[in-house]
């Protein structure tokens, strides 16, 4: 499965993908840390932590609970991040969360509104997902940009733990119908 844009396309990890992941992961892990919910141990920085993410993520997908996806260039195969759209339940209620990274060595270049767009093609046609949110803090301001692009639109704001401690985020979400 690979969905297409102009300069980049999406695909779902495999686990031979692990050292590209765990590149990825270790170069852009200060960022990441700064915007993620996620609290990781230092095990997940390793190759072994990486194939098993990859397989937890293969397990979600086929549960129909988490679409994880490279992001490469079209013209030479080269990651240049990652995006997935993940179900949380939040008051017994599921939403359908949106969250990414560009790699530092790529930011500012466009590729996340491409991948974005492809991820929102498939979650329209390749699953039921009726509606996709997202948040940011409001300093991250590219990341915004990203979501507005894409058709998201504001819808409050609400705080988010990052590493123990809550941070206002603003959200916004799209619907797909």
């Not at 759209?85 to 996340?112: C, N, R």
Request: proline share 2%.
């Amino acid at each position: 499965m690979k969905y297409s844009a102009d300069r980049v396309y999406v695909r779902f990890w495999k686990v031979e993908d692990a050292a590209l992941l765990l590149d990825l992961q270790v170069r852009n892990r200060a960022e990441i840390e700064r915007i993620s919910a996620s609290n990781r141990e230092e095990s997940f920085y390793s190759l072994e932590g990486q194939r098993s993410l990859i397989e937890s993520w293969d397990k979600k997908r086929e549960d129909g609970k988490r679409y994880s996806f490279g992001i490469f260039l079209n013209t030479t195969d080269e990651l240049v991040g990652e995006i997935s759209v993940f179900e949380i339940v939040l008051d017994a209620s599921p939403k359908w969360i949106v969250g990414y990274v560009t790699d530092i060595l790529h930011q500012g270049k466009g590729y996340m509104s491409e991948a974005l767009q492809c991820v929102l093609e498939f979650a329209k046609h390749e699953t039921e997902i009726t509606r996709i949110e997202a948040g940011a803090v409001p300093d991250n301001t590219g990341s915004i940009r990203v979501l507005q692009k894409a058709g998201f639109k504001e819808n409050g704001s609400q705080p988010v733990p990052i590493q123990g401690t809550l941070k206002e985020h603003t959200m916004f979400a799209v619907e797909l119908l």
